[in-house]
């Protein structure tokens, strides 16, 4: 499997002020996933970072908000901008596990990076 | 619209008991389903992988089963300890990156 490595691990941020997430993967992958943990909730994908090409936002989410990053097949970035306490979140990414695909075929799982927990105040 | 849903939301065992997490999705147009583990404020650690066309996986004392005509996966932990309190979440992936999770089963495991 794909080891990703996610930073920062955790940070306490003024409201109105931006974070950039970084994700660094130790091996090259097309897609990487970005997601957004509330507190106490499931995990909701905020956007799909390809290299080469604008990131694909899931409705709700917005570029001006969380602009994304992917100059390479093994990196991306999330940025939180103008940062709010509603923002308070866990952000994680993921890739594709390219080594998930039974003999009999079948479709990727998936890994996670360590996530970041933003509080935002 | 793809649907998880996971009963129960919370559960508190005994050590050494053997408990069942049950996973339920409304499409069954599923590529696989995954059971992760999330220890509070960190990420998520891959346990089970189900290919749609596969009844079942085994890692160690866990157990994952999937029912995909009747939409619906366990997860079976024999044996259990205190260091599998945690929360553990199921997604569905279809086709693309589209996974889609469950809200998470919190278990407790007292010593």
């Known amino acids: 499997s794909a080891v990703i490595s996610q930073k920062p691990s955790r940070d306490i941020c003024q409201r109105g002020t931006s974070l950039t997430i970084q994700c660094q993967v130790d091996?090259?992958?097309?897609?990487m996933f970005w997601y957004r943990q509330q507190p106490g909730q499931s995990l909701t994908l905020i956007a799909t970072?390809?290299?080469?090409?604008?990131?694909?936002?899931e409705s709700g989410f917005v570029i001006d908000k969380f602009p994304i990053s992917r100059p390479n097949l093994t990196f991306s970035t999330l940025t939180v901008s103008n940062m709010s306490p509603e923002d308070s979140s866990i952000y994680l990414c993921?890739?594709?596990?390219?080594?998930?695909?039974?003999?009999?075929?079948?479709?990727?799982?998936?890994?996670f990076g360590s996530g970041t927990r933003l509080t935002v105040v | 619209k793809q649907e998880v849903t996971q009963i129960p939301a919370a559960l508190s065992v005994p050590e050494g008991e053997n408990l069942v997490l049950n996973c339920s999705f409304t499409?069954?147009?599923?590529?696989?389903l995954q059971w992760f583990r999330q220890d509070p404020g960190k990420g998520l650690t891959s346990l089970l992988l189900?290919?749609?066309?596969?009844r079942e996986q085994t890692s160690g004392r866990l157990n994952a089963s999937l029912d995909k005509s009747s939409g619906r996966s366990t997860l079976y932990i024999a044996a259990s300890q205190p260091g599998d309190s945690a929360t553990y979440l199921c997604?569905?992936?279809?086709?693309?990156?589209?996974?889609?999770f469950g809200d998470g089963t919190t278990l407790t495991v007292k010593p």
């Open positions: 189900i290919q749609s066309s596969q």
């Open positions: 091996s090259q992958v097309t897609m």
């Open positions: 970072a390809n290299q080469g090409s604008e990131a694909t936002y």
């Open positions: 997604a569905v992936n279809t086709n693309a990156g589209k996974s889609t």
């Open positions: 499409d069954s147009a599923i590529y696989n």
């Open positions: 993921s890739v594709e596990d390219l080594g998930s695909i039974a003999p009999d075929g079948g479709g990727y799982g998936y890994t």
